[in-house]
């Protein structure tokens, strides 16, 4: 099992750019629909930080880095990023209907 929550903020004026690519990963997860896989992205009030929010139960590894859509939002996210994307392993403490 694999949980998995990113953080990171883009650079004035790329906020739309990122959205759009955010997007199309989920258009993608839409029409492959992977198993045992739960995913969130979340935009703060700033308007420019975003967090991504992963969780996977299934064998192996998670098989989002497999999607075109996925690769082609990472490819230039250190382009658009003011601070790039700090990810952290999470340990579920409890949740209730919740990824």
């Not at 759009?20 to 969130?40: C, G, I, M, S, T």
Request: glycine share 8%.
């Amino acid at each position: 099992m694999e949980k998995v929550i990113v953080r990171y903020k883009v650079k004035p004026g790329m906020a739309e750019e990122n959205e759009q690519l955010v997007k199309e990963v989920y258009k993608q997860l839409h029409q492959e629909k992977p198993a045992d896989f739960n995913y969130a992205t979340y935009k703060l009030e700033d308007g420019l930080t975003f967090i991504h929010m992963a969780n996977y139960a299934g064998e192996g590894k998670a098989p989002l880095p497999g999607f075109e859509a996925f690769r082609n939002f990472t490819a230039g996210i250190k382009d658009r990023c003011d601070e790039p994307p700090a990810v952290q392993q999470l340990t579920e403490i409890g949740s209730y209907w919740f990824c």
